[in-house]
């Protein structure tokens, strides 16, 4: 058996539905009222708008942030085996 799945989630920034990884989507953290607060709950941001947030980064000399690879993708659990049957 094997399976896949992803996460499908509006986008905290603009609102957009994405599908994504969600051990490895990026997220950034906002309170209730969905402004970027540190101490806020952790909120998926989706590709365009990551784009957007590297694009405004470079642009102000600030350092890179890293983008884990399959972020965008759906997980596959191919790798891991399973015991079916006995
Ligand atoms: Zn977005």
Do not use: K
Request: charged share 25%; aromatic share 6%; with cysteine.
């Amino acid at each position: 058996m094997s399976s896949v799945y992803m996460l499908l989630a509006a986008c905290v920034s603009c609102g957009q539905l994405f599908t994504s990884n969600p051990d490895r989507v990026p997220s950034i953290r906002v309170n209730a009222q969905r402004q970027p607060d540190p101490t806020g709950r952790r909120e998926p941001v989706c590709r365009t708008c990551w784009d957007r947030r590297v694009a405004h980064r470079r642009a102000n000399g600030l350092p890179e942030e890293y983008l884990m690879p399959g972020a965008y993708a759906p997980v596959s659990d191919l790798s891991e085996e399973e015991h079916d049957g006995d």
